[in-house]
């Protein structure tokens, strides 16, 4: 393959999987149990998610290791089998994409806060995330995106870890919600604006927004990133559309057809690389690529 890098600067369009967790419950993960541990439990299982995203044409596995940092890991007594768990998780997907797809390792927020606003501190920060950056690579990972994140500084160190000790392509990918002004942040008051800015300065290859909203305000926020960095390479993975409660649980209710309604004009927007958050499935990759490259 090309290196990703040279295929997103000649103006090429990649895609990448859905979601990850709902196929997971459907298969048999209940409330408490370790998404990231099924890598080494329930390796087969994993295999079929990223197989279903491939054979509908997604050009980027994404692992399983969103919540694969230490403190995550913690609440499940694994902090010690962080290096087992993300090696794994890239070793799956490395299987199924074989030599025709790039592997995409999913880094997640810690849930912490770095002082002043919490007690860790930026080099513990560091070294978590280096932990997981490192063990990603050595199971096959060719890129890596720090993602569904509020706050730019931890951002920033993410990145920075993955930069300073391996050779990940990588991705800071927020969470923004729309403001009363009309705007959008996160909910630590981080705009598009500024989050392009500061994760191009620390280091990032490319930048986007993720979860949170659906593509109709996914496409402003790129249009906007866009605008402030007019060189930048962005991804744009949103949810099928905006969650709403029924029955007491969240659903996303846009349709596949819905999804690739809008898929070019995320494209227009400014994003080279298109995939879907919580609710998209692989029938919303299918359609949304379908739908790009009809033009």
């Known amino acids: 393959m090309k290196p990703v890098l040279d295929r997103l600067n000649a103006g090429e369009i990649l895609f990448c999987d859905g979601a990850m967790g709902t196929f997971l419950q459907a298969r048999g993960l209940v ?6 541990l099924w890598c080494v439990t329930h390796p087969d299982a994993v295999r079929d998610i ?12 994404e692992c399983n290791s969103f919540g694969g940092t230490r403190y995550k890991l913690r609440h499940y007594g694994l902090e010690g089998r962080v290096a087992e768990i993300n090696r794994a998780a ?6 199924v994409a074989g030599d025709t797809q790039y592997v995409l390792g999913s880094v997640g927020p810690t849930g912490e806060f770095m002082e002043p606003l919490g007690d860790e501190t930026e080099e513990a920060f560091f070294e978590a995330y280096r932990e997981q950056m490192v063990a990603l690579e050595a199971g ?3 890129m890596a995106v720090v993602e569904t994140m509020t706050g730019v500084e931890e951002v920033c160190v993410a990145v920075k870890a993955a930069r300073a000790h391996t050779r990940l392509i990588v991705a800071a990918s927020f969470t923004f919600d729309p403001q009363p002004n009309g705007g959008y942040a996160t909910m630590m ?19 986007g927004a993720n979860c949170g909203t659906g593509p109709d305000h996914l496409i402003e926020v790129i249009k906007r990133m866009k605008a402030a960095a007019p060189k930048a390479l962005l991804i744009a993975m949103p949810n099928a559309g905006m969650p709403v409660l029924e029955g007491g649980k969240t659903v996303f209710k846009e349709t596949p057809e819905q999804m690739a309604a809008k898929a070019p004009l995320l494209v227009k927007a400014g994003a080279n690389i298109v995939g879907g958050c919580c609710g998209t499935g692989p029938e919303h990759i299918r359609a949304m690529k379908r739908a790009v490259l009809a033009g």
């Open 31 to 36: 409330p408490g149990e370790c998404p990231e």
């Open 189 to 207: 008051g981080v705009t598009p604006e500024r989050a392009v800015e500061e994760s191009l300065k620390a280091g990032a290859h490319l930048v």
């Open 50 to 61: 990223h197989r279903s995203y491939r054979a509908a044409g997604s050009d980027i596995v």
């Open 140 to 142: 096959g990972a060719d």
């Open 90 to 95: 890239a070793a799956l997907a490395r299987e």
